[in-house]
């Protein structure tokens, strides 16, 4: 059996969906592309994320200025892409119906962010 894969955003097994995800792959569950999605420039944020989301990681207009070229560390935007989609109600993005739990709530939620090790608790919802 191969090793069982998780989306760095959501925590959805994409191995499930597909053996062979990678790179370029589209998470069904959040809709990241693992290696775009995750690649920001801070010259682009605002474009990104709204300012309260900014302000909730700590972004500030300064910081944005001061490394305004330079690509954001991957932990830091997947973070900023989890707490996007989960303020965003955590929906499914692409909804084929397969790999969605029955009951995709909050407790469900619980569970595949612990694939990656996240604490709901720490997204405050
Ligand atoms: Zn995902």
Redesign the pocket.
């Known amino acids: 059996m191969s090793k069982a894969r998780f989306?760095k955003?959501?925590?959805?097994e994409?191995s499930k969906h597909d053996p062979n995800f990678g790179p370029g792959d589209i998470?069904m569950?959040?809709?990241?592309e693992e290696g775009f999605s995750d690649d920001i420039v801070y010259a682009n944020i605002n474009n990104l994320f709204t300012d309260s989301l900014l302000q909730e990681v700590g972004i500030t207009s300064d910081f944005i200025e001061k490394y305004l070229y330079e690509v954001m560390k991957l932990d830091g935007a997947r973070k900023l892409l989890r707490l996007k989609w989960i303020r965003d109600g955590y929906k499914w993005r692409y909804e084929s119906g397969r790999y969605k739990s029955e009951s995709w709530d909050k407790e469900a939620l619980r569970k595949q962010l612990l694939n990656i090790n996240v604490a709901i608790e720490d997204y405050n919802i």
Request: aromatic share 10%; net charge neutral; charged share 0%.
């Open positions: 989306c955003v959501c925590g959805f994409v998470c569950c959040c809709g990241s």
